[in-house]
């Protein structure tokens, strides 16, 4: 008899360098919605030399019902107890350090700071920069499809985010290179072109981002401005405001944020749409992409006492991981849910959590992506992959490094829907 394929290492970032998963995690909805996963060996390095870490193991939780019902049930499963990410905390400090930021709060320290931060993300304080950014995307496309050659991750998808971060927080335009550095080593640590697994190399630019932060928050203290920073600054809910230390954790997270999962969304949305004839214009397509794409993979939290999820009993102090791409491909909920629908009449997908951490930036990603998608409509039937797509190495977001394309002559073949990547 023939073997079936190998079984994907859902815990390991090697596995998504070669894109999601998705049999896997198609598998485990079938078979094991909640399904225990060894964690794998990792090499560690730093002066002092090469170790080999390895996790405890966790929950994966992979259908849509159960993503839903665990973030619902927060006084369970808990973002703080031991964080919001796959790899546990070291040491008493370092989980006390990581709970300084937002994903790694409960209530009621994580709804103060929500209420501190939000006014910033409505939807209406969002539709005031519309201008701004579609101007950015306009100009962003117009420079990138001059070229006779095109990196869509480097010209596009970091490009924007990038620009608009700036505006919002109120920096030099020129030290947008910096905001980029500093997310690739934090967040593709894993990866071998990024952090590479380099415990110091990660410590050095967090370190360096946390004192721009500190420099920027005293900044505005003496001199406010127009931004963002400055309007946290002087934010207070119930007669306090934010400590200085909070204000650097919340700037530290919204040029992670902000960047990151935006530009993987713009480049994954771009890997589906390349070289097609569907329309990829309007809320219902933007909405689409978000659900295929899934720009993070995966959050982390931890049981806060024995209990039970679809039938599996979990122990207190369990590791429990939602996993939003695989949620967001659940064929109990979307019919046919690895192709491309821009007019799916119901989506209600994950891709920015649900509950008390649903992403605080979710309506700026819209914007930034629908107004990109108005900008490069006109010469997406003619761009043209012309190298190999880059994947990310990580468990953490579905990310892609390069994407070489150029603008050819359009095909007279008519164009049918595809399977997603």
């Not at 550095?181 to 990024?194: A, C, I, K, Y």
């Not at 605080?360 to 107004?371: I, K």
């Not at 761009?383 to 190999?388: A, D, I, Q, Y």
Request: aromatic share 6%; proline share 7%.
């Amino acid at each position: 008899m023939n073997a079936g394929p190998p079984i994907a290492d859902i815990a390991h970032p090697a596995t998504y360098a070669r894109g999601v998963p998705h049999d896997e995690f198609a598998r485990r909805r079938r078979d094991e919605p909640v399904g225990w996963v060894t964690e794998p060996e990792l090499v560690r390095r730093s002066t002092a030399g090469s170790t080999v870490q390895r996790g405890t193991g966790f929950w994966a939780v992979t259908t849509h019902a159960e993503v839903v019902e665990v973030s619902r049930r927060r006084d369970e499963f808990s973002s703080s107890r031991r964080g919001a990410f796959l790899v546990d905390p070291r040491t008493r400090a370092d989980l006390e350090r990581a709970r300084q930021l937002l994903v790694n709060m409960d209530a009621p320290q994580h709804t103060w700071i929500r209420r501190a931060v939000s006014p910033a993300f409505t939807p209406r304080a969002v539709q005031r920069l519309a201008a701004d950014v579609a101007e950015h995307a306009r100009s962003t496309v117009a420079r990138a499809m001059a070229g006779d050659d095109v990196d869509l991750v480097r010209d596009l998808a970091a490009e924007l985010p990038l620009l608009v971060l700036a505006d919002l927080l109120g920096l030099p335009p020129a030290d947008r290179g910096l905001l980029l550095r500093w997310s690739n080593h934090l967040v593709g640590f894993d990866d071998p072109e990024f952090g590479g697994g380099d415990i110091e190399a990660y410590r050095q630019a967090l370190g360096e981002a946390m004192a721009y932060a500190a420099a920027l928050v005293r900044d505005r203290r003496r001199r406010p401005r127009e931004d963002l920073v400055s309007a946290l600054v002087a934010a207070e809910v119930e007669g306090r405001r934010l400590t200085d230390a909070q204000l650097c954790q919340i700037w530290l997270l919204l040029i992670v944020a902000g960047n990151e999962t935006t530009r993987h969304l713009i480049s994954g949305s771009l890997a589906i749409l390349i070289g097609g004839t569907v329309d990829a214009h309007g809320p219902g397509a933007v909405e689409e992409l978000l659900r295929l794409v899934s720009p993070i993979l995966q959050f982390r939290r931890t049981a806060t006492r024995d209990t039970t999820l679809a039938g599996t009993r979990i122990a207190e102090g369990d590791k429990v991981v939602l996993y939003f791409t695989s949620a967001n491909r659940d064929e109990r909920v979307f019919a046919e849910p690895h192709r491309f629908r821009p007019d799916r009449p119901d989506n209600p997908h994950l891709a920015f959590g649900i509950g008390p951490h649903f992403c605080l930036g979710a309506h700026l990603a819209r914007l930034e992506l629908a107004e990109l998608l108005t900008a490069i409509r006109p010469y997406l039937p003619r761009l043209r992959l012309t190298g190999p797509v880059v994947r990310l190495q990580s468990n953490f977001v579905n990310g892609i490094k390069t994407m070489p394309a150029a603008l050819v002559p359009a095909p007279r073949t008519a164009g049918r829907q595809k399977e997603c990547p």
